[in-house]
């Protein structure tokens, strides 16, 4: 996948926001991401109270 590319488009960053619902933020699937970012030294932070709307495509939630 296109993941490599974009860890290393992010070698010069200091921070990330990571946004994702619920399901994947509790199902530890963003943790491989976050690990990375961590061994990279780039500070996270993460908002994962968004919901998916059914048939949407896209999802509403409270990140601020």
């Given at each position: 996948?296109c993941?490599?590319?974009?860890?290393?488009?992010?070698?010069?960053?200091?921070?990330?926001?990571?946004?994702?619902?619920?399901?994947?933020?509790e199902?530890?699937?963003?943790?491989?991401?976050?690990?990375?970012?961590?061994?990279?030294?780039?500070?996270?932070?993460?908002?994962?109270?968004?919901?998916?709307?059914?048939?949407?495509?896209y999802?509403?939630?409270?990140?601020?």
């Amino acid at each position: 996948g296109c993941l490599p590319v974009a860890m290393a488009e992010l070698a010069d960053k200091k921070r990330a926001f990571i946004v994702t619902d619920t399901f994947l933020y509790e199902n530890g699937y963003t943790k491989p991401l976050t690990d990375k970012l961590d061994e990279m030294g780039i500070a996270v932070g993460e908002c994962a109270s968004l919901e998916v709307a059914q048939g949407v495509g896209y999802g509403r939630g409270t990140c601020c």
